[in-house]
Nanobody, 113 residues
Framework: QVQLVESGGGLVQAGASLRLSCAASDDTFSMYAIGWFRQAPGLEREFVASISGSARSTSLADSVKGRFFIYRDNAKNTAYLQMNNLQPGDTAIYYC??????WGQGTQVTVSS
């Protein structure tokens, strides 16, 4: 099974940008659709963005459209979530998942006002 490791989280001020990475353990990476999800304290995990294995298809939650972008580099077995104009409401643990079956451990994103 593929293993995923997220990185790139941190503490930033409102309006800043971060790029999250989701690195896979093996070369089967291109076979999987990758999704980014987030979970804020006391709330359920919610969908943020997804990208097909070939990168031909992407989807974004309405709350992040125009600010977040998802892309992948299958040669590097890595998917990315570019987050711009971050707001305090984006504070959460961000997870990536392969086919919503294999999940990473998450990376914390905290946005201060």
């Amino acid at each position: 099974q593929v293993q995923l490791v997220e990185s790139g989280g941190g503490l930033v001020q409102a309006g800043a940008s971060l790029r999250l990475s989701c690195a896979a353990s093996d070369d089967t990476f291109s076979m999987y659709a990758i999704g980014w999800f987030r979970q804020a304290p006391g709330l359920e995990r919610e969908f943020v963005a997804s990208i097909s294995g070939s990168a031909r298809s992407t989807s974004l939650a309405d709350s992040v459209k125009g600010r977040f972008f998802i892309y992948r580099d299958n040669a590097k077995n890595t998917a990315y979530l570019q987050m711009n104009n971050l707001q305090p409401g984006d504070t959460a643990i961000y997870y990536c998942a392969a086919n919503q079956k294999y999940w990473g451990q998450g990376t914390q994103v905290t946005v201060s006002s």
